[in-house]
């Protein structure tokens, strides 16, 4: 069983819909992040949660609200997707120390703005 | 500004060469992490490291804390090493959050 899975793998949506893409990890990891990338940027963060009901914004928030209420998922909503919004969206989890201490990455999912 | 520097951006090398890769920051880190990334593919952790050197296999990443710099280097490079190779620093002053290099694009031609 894969330790984060990401939902969906891909996804086309039209401009003005709501999206909300899915992190579910059983590593039991206390922090988890959703990032984008896009082409000549670095992975750039959007939000990120440090436990269960306890997140905060990343350097790309704006457009995007996420939640957390088990440990195991973090939930990445785009209010009303726009086309800025295409990109691939990964999400990752840290634990708090030793071997855990760096990030586990999910598969990412890409996504479509039309 | 971005605090995470690499280079080069891209790299092209024939099979077999030794390659260095070479990551730089502005302030000082708690910890420094070396992820790859294959076309298309998912990101995947090569090294996280505070000091010293750490070699896995072809692998050998080091720091150099004084200089704010740290390197990956490839021994024997083959072609399934091409990929994007991706530095990511925790600062110091910045708690949970790691940021990123734009990362490097290696091919290794066979």
């Known amino acids: 069983d894969a330790g984060i899975t990401q939902s969906p793998r891909h996804k086309v949506t039209e401009t003005g819909t709501p999206v909300t893409l899915r992190c579910h990890q059983t590593?039991?990891?206390?922090?988890m992040y959703w990032y984008r990338q896009d082409p000549g940027h670095g992975l750039r963060l959007i939000h990120y949660?440090?436990?269960?009901?306890?997140?905060d914004k990343g350097e790309v928030s704006d457009g995007y609200s996420v939640s957390r209420s088990k440990t195991e998922d973090f939930l990445l909503t785009l209010e009303s997707a726009t086309s800025s919004q295409t990109s691939v969206y990964f999400c990752?989890?840290?634990?708090?120390?030793?071997?855990?201490?760096?990030?586990?990455f999910g598969s990412g999912t890409r996504l479509t703005v039309v | 500004k971005n605090e995470v520097e690499q280079s080069p951006q891209n790299l092209t090398a024939q099979e077999g060469e030794f390659i260095t890769i070479n990551c730089s920051y502005s302030?000082?880190?708690?910890?420094l992490h070396w992820l790859q990334q294959h076309p298309g593919g998912g990101i995947v952790s090569l090294f996280m490291?505070?000091?010293g050197k750490k070699k896995h296999g072809r692998l050998i990443a080091t720091i150099n804390i004084q200089e704010k710099h740290s390197s990956l280097h490839i021994t024997a490079s083959h072609p399934r090493d091409s990929a994007v190779y991706i530095c990511?620093?925790?600062?110091?002053?910045?708690?949970?959050?790691?940021?990123f290099g734009t990362g490097t694009s290696l091919t290794v031609i066979p």
């Open positions: 990752a989890t840290r634990g708090t120390g030793g071997m855990s201490y760096g990030y586990t």
């Open positions: 590593e039991n990891h206390r922090y």
């Open positions: 949660s440090y436990g269960v009901k306890d997140t």
């Open positions: 302030v000082g880190i708690s910890a």
């Open positions: 490291l505070s000091s």
């Open positions: 990511a620093a925790l600062l110091s002053n910045t708690g949970n959050q790691f940021y």
